[in-house]
């Protein structure tokens, strides 16, 4: 792993500049991601899990790619009740403001001889990407299913990278069973971005796909 010090010298604009330096620049990712987008479009499944093995679980068999309502039913039960709270009142939380915040149907705006109709409707089929790293994020499960759900999403998925062992943290997979997402998926990086955007055997494309990732799913997005 590379690291960098930085000190801050009293310049922050200075700082921020030297901090935007490290971060590489989509280009020198898109062959890459072009390469892993078209592969997966073509072989489906077995190109999605040989990324797996490759990116996700350090040569060891893949886990199925979708995650089973048991195995989500399994991980919400065994949820420490401190964080099972925190992620209820998370969803509460966001219930309220949805709800509170959503905009009318339809509305118009009239400039001069002309006159803007402002029409708001669901998508048809969501997806919640969901990073890997360090440390679980339930927080953007919440932040991605449950405004898809108020808002009338019939289909909402959420897909997260796999652990060396093949299985998704189950703090994750519990916070898809206490949202309500639709499916889950055992995948990761740009080939769930093209998994997700195209389709395979076992996965289902979407119209829109949201949530953080790193930098080659940024640009599998883009």
Not at 158 to 178: F, I, K, N, Q, S
Request: glycine fraction near 10%.
């Amino acid at each position: 792993m590379r690291c960098e010090r930085l000190t801050a010298s009293g310049d922050p604009a200075g700082t921020a500049t030297g901090l935007r330096a490290l971060i590489p620049a989509p280009d020198s990712v898109s062959d890459a991601v072009t390469q892993i987008i078209d592969t997966v479009r073509a072989q489906g499944d077995g190109a999605l899990l040989d990324y797996t093995r490759t990116f996700d679980t350090a040569g060891n068999e893949p886990r199925p790619l979708v995650v089973t309502e048991a195995e989500l039913e399994a991980a919400a039960a065994s949820l420490d009740p401190a964080v099972e709270h925190g992620i209820l009142r998370a969803i509460e939380n966001l219930e309220a403001i949805s709800v509170g915040s959503r905009a009318p149907a339809e509305s118009s705006v009239d400039l001069g001889a002309s006159r803007i109709a402002v029409r708001h409707a669901p998508v048809m089929r969501a997806a919640v990407y969901v990073p890997g790293g360090r440390a679980p994020y339930p927080s953007t499960v919440v932040m991605g299913v449950v405004p898809a759900r108020l808002a009338g999403v019939e289909h909402i998925a959420v897909c997260a990278p796999p652990r060396r062992d093949g299985e998704v943290d189950p703090t994750v997979l519990a916070a898809c069973r206490l949202t309500g997402a639709t499916a889950v998926y055992r995948m990761g990086g740009a080939q769930a971005i093209a998994a997700l955007a195209y389709g395979t055997e076992t996965v289902s494309a979407v119209d829109v796909i949201v949530g953080p990732g790193n930098l080659y799913v940024q640009e599998a997005k883009r």
